[in-house]
């Protein structure tokens, strides 16, 4: 069974770096993208990056190229995305997902986290 | 900076039949863009509901149906169930780049 685990809440002070995971079971962890998706508090969703665990080739959405980083670490089967300098404008719950190729970018999804920084 | 437009909400009542859309900017959507269905219920992760234009997931129900038409992406949703209440969110691609849509409330009532 496909599962993706992401960790748990945050809340940080503006300024603050962080790190969110993401960790996958269940199919060949290297060999698939993983997807980060943003949902800012009663807004839609937008597509972060992606990532190759297999050699951590690395795609950026120019909205968001500069103010992310997206890691990955294929011995712990998980993905990861980090900021160094939390905004409060970066509140949201943040998704990821597998990316199973062309035409199918996001079949299973974590639960999400959600992250707070007050302003 | 391409952007993705759907109906921001519509409602439809139980056992009725609904058609979401999903255009671009960019033009006419193609297959090429690989459309892509999401369902969003309040507090929980969205579910991938349609890949590349028309195809299932093998958890998708089957009154769940994506096409092209009129230069759009389309979901129909036929014998519309009250569970099917959701936001509906489609996803195109831009060579290595993805877009989603603004997303539809969709009501049942």
């Known amino acids: 069974e496909v599962q993706l685990v992401q960790s748990g809440t945050a809340v940080k002070e503006p300024g603050e770096s962080l790190k969110i995971s993401c960790k996958a079971s269940?199919?060949?962890?290297?060999?698939?993208?993983v997807l980060w998706v943003r949902q800012v508090p009663g807004k839609g969703l937008e597509w972060m990056g992606i990532i190759y665990p297999g050699d951590s080739e690395t795609r950026y959405s120019p909205s968001f190229q500069g103010h992310v980083t997206i890691s990955a670490d294929k011995s712990v089967n998980t993905a990861y995305l980090q900021w160094r300098s939390l905004k409060a404008s970066d509140t949201a719950t943040y998704y990821c997902?597998?990316?199973?190729?062309?035409?199918?970018?996001?079949?299973?999804w974590g639960q999400g986290t959600l992250v707070t920084v007050p302003s | 900076q391409t952007v993705v437009t759907q109906e921001p909400s519509l409602t439809v009542s139980p056992g009725g039949t609904v058609t979401l859309t999903c255009a671009s900017t960019?033009?006419?959507?193609?297959?090429?863009?690989?459309p892509n269905w999401f369902q969003q219920k309040p507090g929980q992760a969205p579910r991938a509901l349609i890949y590349?234009?028309?195809n299932k997931h093998s958890w998708t129900p089957a009154r769940f149906s994506g096409s092209l038409l009129g230069g759009k992406a389309v979901l129909i949703l036929s014998d519309v169930q009250p569970e099917d209440e959701a936001d509906y969110y489609c996803l195109l691609c831009y060579g290595g780049d993805c877009v989603f849509g603004g997303g539809t409330k969709l009501t049942v009532l």
């Open positions: 590349s234009t028309s």
């Open positions: 269940g199919y060949s962890f290297s060999n698939f993208w």
């Open positions: 997902a597998r990316h199973a190729g062309i035409g199918v970018p996001a079949d299973f």
């Open positions: 960019t033009g006419a959507v193609t297959g090429g863009h690989y």
